[in-house]
């Protein structure tokens, strides 16, 4: 990149993990002289996503509109939309999600209040301890747009929130791709994050339901006034066969299982979670079990999302072959989930 230009402009789309990183790009070019603005940017960065068609549809849709807008400036794309589909256009230069990895790699996950995020102003910090996925859920794109494993080394993450308290921050936001994959396990990250940091809070952008294990439960029950009594536990369905389809690692008696778990030991607790409706095959037996084991858990939070078909997936080609629902279904089944709340 070069250096002679003073300002930029930082748009995200998707994940918190494309937060962090598109923070840790604004800090970069803070150290080097520029000044974030909001009009009329020397250099643009353009965080794209892809886990639903809506998301890439507006993610190229961003730039091509800044390109228009703003023709003089200089777009660095990146993330995980088809950014071939925008490759011709003058002014733009892409980053691959691996090219970009490697470069954020060597920051470890550090950046400052300057950014002016929309965390910062009430002092949370978007800790990215952990990138990529090899779980190959049928339904989702990532693990072909971000196949290598990263993770942040616990010594790194504990020297990067030290820096943060020092910054200023409050609030630290452990976030990864698949927090299940990080390789130092997830509960001995937050253990030393706790004993090692003066941080006052800690909390949490997703957690499989996988790293839940008695470690974390302790860790919670001992540290009350540190760590976030919501967690968000995206189960995406209640039906054991679209679980077994969507190549999700746990059945509904292990989810209730965990939250039972959770709610005997400790009180209080909140919980979210994510819900995708009409996956294919999906029929109003498996919604009725989706729907009954939401209840029986009583979220305060749901993200609703209908299946979106992504290219490359098994999902897409029993989507393909399969009987399809109507919208009308479709929109009855995400506003029944969306009541519960």
Request: hydrophobic share 35%; net charge positive.
């Amino acid at each position: 990149m070069t250096t002679s230009k003073k300002t930029f402009l930082s748009i995200n789309f998707g994940c918190r993990v494309n937060s962090a990183e598109t923070n840790q790009w604004s800090q970069t070019l803070i150290d080097r002289g520029f000044v974030p603005t909001k009009s009329n940017p020397d250099i643009i960065l353009i965080n794209t996503c892809s886990i639903t068609k809506k998301g890439e549809t507006e993610s190229l849709g961003t730039i091509r509109h800044f390109h228009q807008l703003y023709p003089q400036a200089q777009i660095f794309a990146t993330g995980c939309a088809n950014l071939n589909k925008v490759k011709d256009l003058t002014n733009l230069t892409i980053i691959s999600n691996d090219q970009k990895e490697k470069l954020l790699e060597k920051l470890e996950s550090n950046y400052t209040h300057q950014i002016k995020d929309k965390f910062s102003h009430t002092h949370r910090f978007l800790l990215k301890v952990q990138s990529g996925c090899s779980q190959f859920c049928s339904y989702c794109i990532v693990p072909s747009k971000r196949p290598k494993l990263f993770s942040l080394p616990i010594s790194k993450a504990v020297s990067t929130v030290k820096k943060a308290v020092r910054d200023g921050y409050q609030e630290v936001v452990i976030t990864g791709v698949n927090l299940d994959q990080y390789q130092y396990g997830f509960s001995n990250l937050v253990q030393s994050l706790l004993q090692e940091t003066d941080i006052k809070l800690i909390s949490f952008g997703s957690i499989p339901i996988n790293c839940l294990d008695q470690k974390f439960i302790d860790l919670l029950k001992k540290y009350p006034d540190r760590l976030s009594y919501f967690l968000h536990i995206p189960i995406q369905s209640g039906s054991d066969k679209i679980l077994k389809l969507m190549h999700r690692p746990y059945t509904s008696k292990d989810i209730l299982q965990k939250i039972r778990n959770l709610n005997l030991e400790i009180r209080n607790l909140k919980f979210g979670t994510d819900i995708i409706v009409g996956f294919p095959t999906e029929n109003h037996q498996d919604f009725q079990k989706t729907l009954k084991l939401c209840q029986k858990i009583n979220f305060s939070k749901i993200h609703v999302f209908k299946y979106s078909p992504r290219p490359n997936t098994q999902a897409r080609m029993l989507f393909e072959n399969s009987p399809k629902i109507s919208k009308v279904v479709l929109k009855s089944r995400s506003q029944q989930i969306r009541n519960l709340i």
